[in-house]
């Protein structure tokens, strides 16, 4: 029957629209992981959009976190890993033979589940790897007590740490040791942060705060975020992407889109069943 | 014992507040044939008792609401069920407005200090009636049923409500004509007519909400035939 009368509201956070490529900060094409013979991860194939936060959800053992890890080469820490198909970053594979993982890893910085603070001070912390990676002046901070500043003031941490930098970053909280080792990613100038599970170890409230710090940071950083908080996927992420078992435990993708779209309306009904905590 | 199943525990919830949609459908329905029995009988008392129970109504409907707020709030609900849950939130406020409407009818029956002796007339608001309310008994089947097929359709009838309601129009205008002292009369059927044709628009917006729990889409069902 033809319902000439119904027409169709113009709802954005209803619409499906993925990252557009002349916007991407990296791009994983038909990726296929490997641990020994077992596939972990198959035929994921993902663009991630720049200055936005992607969250990856999914139940236990679908592979987010080897994901997340393949985008920075941490993968390849793990005995027998091997990796087939692609990931693009500015243009480059960054599995390429000329291809150094230490460069690929300063760019693209990673975030524990577990805050891992060096047993130094705080001022330590955030200065080390800035020193490793060559820290310069000439980057408009003259010397190196203002650029941990700017860290940590970006981490928002500095307010809480400022009268106490020479103390170890292993006396501070949970939550603000989880943020000295953001401070500490950001000494070293990535372009991509990523956070495997980055408050699942916090309190409410500090989980609060690494959330709003997300939010502060996608402004000049592109977030690749783990959680097992579908809330906080929710929250903080402006695309997610959910993956799932397939019938031989590896890893597939079953569906990605805008946020919006995938907590109200998913098109899939795994992701419906997983979402409903009917599944998974 | 068993274990507590969470997600059986919020699905149960889920049925019993759609089990309270329909019994507020159902007082709805019955305010409205109530309002309609004390304005076809000119009965003061039957319009009176319409109108006392048009805060029990109300009650329900915050009772609800209040329910839907706290399973949000504590179930924390995605996909479907947060589209449930928003659109029973919408739908239980439509349901108290079409008892508001019955309580304007029965106050069209309080004011009006005669029978109205048109059979015509009282025959076109009686259809008018019944039509809403079948289209309201619709919806709310579709709405338990999950049938998006019918909620789709069942704002097709609005035309026949709309069409009654422009023939109650001309010929309260032509009793005027005949005898200008029914003026105030037209005025108080005029009222009456235009709160059941609103009833029909209610529905519609249930309607619109069923598609939207089943599907996602937002939809709007014009009503607005001359725009």
Request: with cysteine; glycine share 6%; aromatic share 6%.
């Amino acid at each position: 029957m033809q319902l000439p009368f119904i027409y169709e509201i113009n709802i954005e956070s209803t619409e499906m629209t993925l990252p557009q490529n002349n916007s991407l900060a990296i791009e994983a094409t038909n990726l296929n992981i490997y641990y020994g013979t077992f596939r972990a991860v198959k035929d994921v194939s993902l663009k991630i959009p720049q200055n936005k936060v992607t969250a990856l959800i999914g139940p236990s053992g679908c592979g987010k976190s080897t994901l997340i890890r393949s985008f920075n080469r941490m993968n390849e820490l793990v005995p027998g890993s091997h990796l087939k198909g692609e990931i693009l970053f500015r243009g480059e594979n960054i599995y390429a033979q000329t291809v150094d993982p230490v460069e690929v890893r300063r760019k693209i910085g990673m975030v524990f589940q577990k805050p891992n603070p060096f047993p130094k001070s705080i001022y330590e912390n955030v200065a080390w790897g800035a020193k490793l990676n060559g820290f310069k002046s000439e980057l408009g901070y003259p010397n190196m007590d203002e650029w941990v500043e700017q860290c940590l003031r970006k981490a928002a941490l500095w307010d809480e740490v400022k009268d106490k930098l020479d103390q170890s970053g292993l006396s501070l909280s949970g939550g603000q040791q989880q943020r000295l080792c953001i401070a500490r990613t950001i000494a070293i100038q990535p372009e991509i942060i990523l956070m495997d599970e980055p408050a699942s170890a916090l309190d409410p409230i500090a989980t609060l705060k690494i959330e709003e710090l997300m939010r502060e940071l996608v402004e000049e950083y592109t977030i690749i975020v783990v959680t097992h908080n579908m809330h906080q996927a929710a929250r903080v992420s402006d695309y997610t992407a959910f993956l799932t078992m397939d019938e031989d435990r590896s890893g597939v993708l079953v569906e990605y889109g805008q946020t919006n779209q995938i907590f109200t309306n998913p098109r899939d009904s795994r992701t419906e069943g997983y979402i409903t905590g009917r599944y998974g | 014992m068993n274990p507590i199943n969470t997600r059986e525990t919020f699905d149960n919830q889920l049925s019993h507040l759609s089990q309270e949609v329909l019994s507020l459908g159902k007082m709805a329905e019955i305010a409205i044939r109530q309002s309609m029995q004390a304005l076809q009988q000119a009965d003061r008392g039957i319009a009176r008792q319409s109108i006392r129970n048009d805060l029990e109504i109300n009650k329900k409907r915050y009772a609800l609401e209040n329910n839907c707020v706290t399973l949000i709030a504590t179930q924390q609900p995605m996909g479907r069920d947060v589209r449930f849950l928003t659109a029973i939130l919408e739908i239980i406020t439509e349901l108290e407005r079409i008892a508001d409407y019955a309580k304007g009818v029965s106050k069209v029956t309080i004011r009006m200090s005669e029978k109205n002796s048109s059979i015509t007339i009282m025959t076109h608001l009686q259809e008018m009636a019944e039509m809403g309310l079948s289209m309201l008994e619709r919806s709310l089947e579709a709405f338990m049923r999950r049938d998006t097929e019918s909620a789709r359709s069942i704002p097709l009838d609005d035309d026949q409500v709309d069409h009654l309601y422009n023939q109650v129009a001309m010929e309260l205008t032509n009793m005027v004509i005949k005898d200008p002292g029914t003026v105030q009369t037209a005025q108080y059927l005029m009222w009456a007519a235009h709160n059941l044709e609103r009833l029909a628009d209610r529905v519609t917006n249930i309607c619109e909400r069923v598609v939207y729990v089943n599907t996602g889409e937002m939809l709007e069902f014009d009503q607005m035939e001359d725009e």
